[in-house]
């Protein structure tokens, strides 16, 4: 466990200025970014929160109550990267600030390696239990979402209804139905199977738009018996 009196790696030193540069690229990334789930206003980068987030759970190495064992387990992820030594508790420290900066650049977002040393440090640093993240204001998810990429447990909650549902899809129905195959009607309300969540939503999209201009009064009637006919789980 990581003493109260020992400071956090955001307590002592950040890489800002490498976060920035990712954190404003990020901006023009659209192909397979969340962002592009639904449109969210005050959506946070998240190649900040990917950064935050290890800078608030992970200890300062340079602190003298830092628990020896993180700093052993760290030597040896950080190092799945490269060959330096990492001999001093500085260097070590040094090298987890440039982690953090390598692993906000969203072509590391998703790398294998980078999210295997990212979790591995929470893990390290709370090998007791599994650290719990809360944001009751969540919006589009960015800190939950970064937060449950790096093996946090996870609460998030939002008053807008809107947020509500990008948080549920996000957080929870993508991580768990995104592979999945789904039941679905044709146009000529056959039986058809289709695979993964965004085909899903897709097609029942399109099915909710023609019902409606269809006849709009009848399609809760409608929705009801296509839910009794094909389960879409
Ligand atoms: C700045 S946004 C959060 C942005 C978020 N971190 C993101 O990355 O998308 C603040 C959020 O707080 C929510 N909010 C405001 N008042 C609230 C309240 N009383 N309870 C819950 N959520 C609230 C708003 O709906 C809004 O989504």
């Known amino acids: 466990m990581i003493p109260a009196t020992c400071k956090r790696l955001i307590e002592v030193d950040f890489p800002i200025a490498k976060v920035s540069e990712h954190s404003a690229r990020e901006k023009s990334i659209r192909h397979g970014h969340p962002s592009t789930l639904h449109l969210w206003w005050a959506r946070r980068p998240l190649a900040a929160c990917r950064a935050v987030l290890p800078g608030l759970l992970l200890p300062?190495?340079?602190?003298?109550?830092?628990?020896?064992?993180?700093?052993?387990k760290a030597r040896v992820l950080l190092k799945k990267r490269h060959s330096k030594a990492l001999t001093t508790d500085a260097e070590l420290q040094d090298d987890l600030l440039a982690f953090i900066g390598e692993f906000a650049d969203w072509d590391h977002a998703a790398n294998a390696l980078y999210l295997e040393i990212g979790r591995g440090l929470v893990k390290a640093a709370h090998p007791e239990e599994t650290p719990v993240v809360v944001d009751p204001f969540a919006g589009g998810g960015s800190i939950p979402l970064e937060a449950l990429r790096l093996g946090c447990e996870t609460f998030a909650s939002d008053l807008n209804p809107v947020a509500c549902l990008i948080l549920?899809?996000?957080?929870?129905?993508?991580?768990?139905?995104?592979?999945?195959?789904?039941?679905?009607?044709?146009?000529?309300?056959?039986?058809?199977?289709?695979?993964?969540l965004a085909d899903q939503r897709r097609r029942d999209s399109k099915w909710y738009s023609n019902e409606g201009k269809r006849n709009l009064p009848m399609l809760p009637y409608r929705?009801?018996?296509r839910a009794r006919a094909f389960s879409t789980r």
């Open 60 to 72: 300062a190495p340079t602190e003298a109550d830092c628990p020896p064992d993180f700093k052993t």
């Open 223 to 225: 929705v009801a018996r």
């Open 168 to 196: 549920k899809t996000l957080l929870e129905d993508i991580p768990r139905y995104g592979n999945a195959d789904f039941k679905l009607a044709d146009g000529e309300g056959k039986e058809i199977v289709v695979h993964g």
